[in-house]
């Protein structure tokens, strides 16, 4: 399982870190929109409090961390008006997991950003941020480097894939 191999150092190179997110900025959207934003999370403090807040959300025991060690987090939101901002946050996300394993790093799509979001201290952590305007959280890319090998991918049910010739 990826949650189990994702290391919390070192964190990786900040130019690598770019490359993933500039990959998510070429995500497919709808009507053209960038209505998405990514908040690269690295300061080990904001990333304690998020993973703190994220915790009580997930009502997990004190110490756990969701974010499993990672020492990035990419945190996508995208504009609450937006009707298709959950469509095109997710892809957002495809792309920044697909950018990180194209560059050798491990990731995971943690949840509870939606929840997150509807906080008042997550949104007064966004304004802290700079960020102005309502929000829904999509999700946390959490980023680290793998340990040992890759695990192999088990196997897809059979029977999704129709075609029509």
């Known amino acids: 399982k990826i949650r189990e191999i994702l290391?919390?150092?070192p964190?990786?190179?900040?130019d690598i870190v770019r490359d993933i997110v500039e990959?998510?900025?070429y995500a497919p959207r709808s009507a053209g929109s960038?209505?998405?934003?990514?908040?690269?999370?690295t300061d080990k403090i904001m990333r304690q409090k998020l993973s703190e807040l994220n915790c009580r959300i997930g009502h997990w025991k004190k110490g756990f961390d969701p974010f499993y060690g990672a020492p990035v987090i990419l945190l996508v939101l995208a504009e609450k008006d937006w009707g298709n901002a959950v469509y095109d946050g997710s892809l957002v996300m495809g792309n920044l997991m697909l950018a990180a394993h194209a560059l050798?790093?491990?990731?995971i799509w943690i949840n509870r950003a939606r929840e997150e979001f509807e906080q008042?201290?997550?949104?007064?952590?966004?304004?802290?941020?700079?960020?102005?305007?309502e929000?829904?959280?999509i999700g946390h890319c959490a980023l680290g480097y793998i340990e040992g090998e890759l695990p192999k991918a088990a196997p897809r049910k059979p029977g999704r894939v129709l075609w029509v010739e």
């Open 135 to 137: 929000w829904i959280g």
């Open 120 to 133: 008042p201290e997550f949104k007064a952590l966004l304004k802290e941020l700079g960020v102005a305007g």
């Open 104 to 107: 050798g790093l491990g990731s």
């Open 34 to 41: 960038e209505s998405v934003r990514t908040i690269v999370i």
């Open 7 to 9: 290391l919390s150092v």
């Open 11 to 14: 964190t990786p190179p900040a």
């Open 23 to 25: 990959a998510s900025l």
